[in-house]
């Protein structure tokens, strides 16, 4: 299915959160997505190819940049170290006034330092409240590797579902994480994305991923492929 068929019509600001993807996740949803549409962040990312930046901009800048081109990226530059990487922190306007300006917002709502897998902390992750929808992302390269390798804050996983960080992060095990997060309402999702899908080997591991979360009793959807060619699938 087209990666647009994961939102909700009535979503305009939808929240992108998870490990293995989510950045490209926002950028290939903000090319096919036919309207105008503001790239932000509520946590830090790097700033997309292809798009013009706005840096602490005014609502005027927005609106004028909008009528000149249909995507455009809205933040301030990160403090510090995160800065001195080229990273942006979320833009001193708020994301009700940029949906309010743009068609849809995409918002990065999470991050997880290049890691397929994520375990959350108490402060993550950073949906903000007018966000209509939140899709999750997982990437399944981190399936079959050590825990204590292929998951941010390892610690987090290995005390909710009790086990090691040198464990193999199976597509169950992590199911059974995700599942328990989003019963203790750690993380609100609307949809789980399983990416990095790119053989049949693939397929399988997410198949196993599905059906291993709906075994916990959790129903959210879940498609997997490849975000990077608008490939996926529903499992």
């Known amino acids: 299915m087209n990666l647009t068929d994961l939102l909700r019509t009535d979503a305009h600001?939808?929240?992108?959160?998870?490990?293995g993807g989510k950045s490209t996740l926002v950028n290939e949803l903000a090319r096919e997505l036919g309207c105008t549409v503001v790239i932000a962040t509520s946590t830090h990312m790097l700033a997309p190819d292809g798009c013009p930046l706005l840096l602490d901009t005014s609502e005027l800048n927005v609106k004028q940049a909008l009528w000149y081109t249909r995507v455009v990226c809205v933040g301030n530059r990160a403090p510090g170290a995160?800065?001195?990487?080229?990273?942006?922190?979320?833009?001193?306007?708020?994301?009700?006034?940029?949906?309010?300006?743009?068609?849809?917002?995409?918002?990065?709502a999470d991050g997880a330092h290049r890691l397929p897998l994520k375990a959350h902390a108490a402060h993550e992750?950073?949906?903000?409240?007018?966000?209509?929808?939140?899709?999750?992302?997982?990437?399944?390269?981190g399936f079959g590797g050590r825990v204590g390798k292929v998951v941010h804050r390892p610690e987090l996983m290995c005390k909710a579902v009790g086990c090691s960080v040198d464990d193999e992060c199976t597509p169950e095990l992590y199911a059974r994480f995700v599942a328990a997060e989003h019963a203790a309402d750690v993380v609100r999702a609307d949809n789980v994305v399983v990416n990095q899908v790119d053989d049949q080997g693939g397929v399988e591991l997410a198949a196993r991923f599905a059906l291993a979360l709906r075994t916990c009793g959790d129903e959210t959807p879940v498609a997997a492929g490849s975000v990077r060619e608008h490939r996926l699938v529903q499992v």
């Not at 600001?13 to 490990?19: H, L, N």
């Not at 992750?125 to 390269?141: H, K």
């Open 82 to 108: 995160e800065g001195a990487a080229g990273k942006l922190c979320a833009p001193s306007l708020g994301f009700g006034t940029l949906a309010m300006l743009a068609d849809r917002v995409l918002v990065e």
């Open 125 to 141: 992750p950073v949906v903000p409240a007018e966000s209509g929808q939140t899709i999750q992302v997982v990437g399944a390269s």
């Open 13 to 19: 600001i939808v929240s992108v959160v998870g490990s």
